[in-house]
């Protein structure tokens, strides 16, 4: 069975930029609308941001509205996930994986990675 693969995570100032790839080996991601995710110490997972398969269509939590763009390029077969002016409230680990995203639905599929850290303290 092929698990996403996420990569980028790190330490950061507040106010920081981190750039996160998600992949995944012998599964062609560029058939599946895509959801990155994130759970903070303690916390549940939510849902941060989520991408069409084709990349027309975006959607974002609020609270990373105007900081966070997610992109894809299917040639390369990888989704980013673009964190500007990161806030201590960012912390978490972040996963993706197939998710319904605007109109695409049935594309969910629970399968999780290992995740990568993000972590933002001054």
């Known amino acids: 069975q092929s698990f996403p693969v996420e990569s980028g995570g790190g330490s950061v100032q507040p106010g920081g930029f981190l750039m996160l790839t998600c992949t995944a080996s012998?599964?062609?991601?560029?058939?599946?609308?895509i959801g990155w995710f994130r759970q903070a110490p303690g916390k549940e997972r939510e849902g941060v941001a989520c991408?069409?398969?084709?990349?027309?269509?975006?959607n974002y939590v609020d609270s990373v509205k105007g900081r966070f763009s997610i992109s894809r390029d299917n040639s390369k077969n990888m989704v980013y996930l673009h964190m500007h002016n990161l806030k201590p409230e960012d912390t978490g680990v972040y996963y993706c994986?197939?998710?319904?995203?605007?109109?695409?639905?049935?594309?969910?599929?629970?399968?999780w990675g290992k995740g990568t850290l993000v972590t933002v303290s001054s």
């Open positions: 991408i069409t398969s084709s990349g027309t269509m975006t």
């Open positions: 012998g599964f062609n991601l560029g058939y599946y609308p």
């Open positions: 994986k197939a998710v319904d995203c605007g109109d695409e639905t049935g594309y969910s599929i629970n399968v």
